[in-house]
């Protein structure tokens, strides 16, 4: 199985700041990773595929960069609707299908 | 505009079964992977189920494997999850979410809430 692995778990800051999220996979997975947004009480929403490609209506200041093990999430300047759960997932691998424990980023 | 539509969820007893459905519209149902993704209480995602748009491929998480069933009925636009012998550590928000060819899942349902509790 393939785990991955969020740092940090939350992440505390401000707006306008400039956040990163890192995200380690236990095997190589090319760059089959996805980021997914998650508010309280929503479905998580997908923001970037295949490591850094950014989804249709996602805002420019979200970025993906890595490939093998290491992934990285960037956001250039924080906004108020940002703060949220973020979760990188796998999908080079079906069985199973492994997303990283997450990361929160709240209001410092 | 698509939707994913889950139902089925509700309070059960240990041991006891539920089934859950799904139903999909705005998209093309029978072109897509599905798959269940559950989320407990102040916890993160977990994949328990996967069905490939023929059901021809079937995974299931190791949490699950024995207990749970997944299957689709295409002319329905319709997905499925079995549960039984079910546990308090099945108590989640159950989503149905899928995906289309290599990419990665895309669309989700609302969720729905199981609780396993005596």
């Known amino acids: 199985d393939i785990q991955m692995t969020q740092s940090p778990s939350t992440l505390s800051a401000s707006v306008g700041d400039r956040v990163t999220i890192t995200c380690r996979a236990s095997h190589t997975i090319s760059t089959w990773l996805a980021w997914y947004q998650q508010k309280p009480g929503k479905a998580p929403n997908l923001l970037i595929s295949k490591a850094s490609t950014l989804q249709s209506g996602v805002p420019s200041r979200f970025s993906g960069s890595g490939s093998g093990t290491e992934f990285t999430l960037t956001i250039s300047s924080l906004q108020p609707d940002d703060f949220a759960t973020y979760y990188c997932?796998?999908?080079?691998?079906?069985?199973?299908?492994?997303f990283g424990q997450g990361t929160k980023v709240e209001v410092k | 505009q698509v939707n994913l539509v889950e139902s089925g969820g509700g309070l059960v007893k240990p041991g006891g079964s539920l089934r859950l459905s799904c139903v999909g519209s705005?998209?093309?149902?029978?072109?897509?992977?599905m798959t269940w993704i559950r989320q407990a209480p102040g916890k993160g995602l977990e994949w328990i189920a996967y069905i490939s748009a023929t059901s021809g491929t079937i995974y299931y998480a190791d949490s699950v494997k024995g207990r749970f069933i997944v299957s689709r009925d295409s002319s329905e636009n319709s997905l499925f999850l079995q549960m039984n012998s079910m546990r308090a550590e099945d108590t989640a928000v159950y989503f149905c979410?899928?995906?289309?060819?290599?990419?990665?899942?895309?669309?989700w349902g609302q969720g729905t809430l199981v609780t396993v509790s005596s």
């Open positions: 979410a899928g995906g289309s060819g290599s990419y990665p899942i895309n669309y």
């Open positions: 705005g998209f093309t149902f029978n072109n897509y992977y």
């Open positions: 997932q796998q999908y080079i691998s079906y069985s199973p299908l492994t």
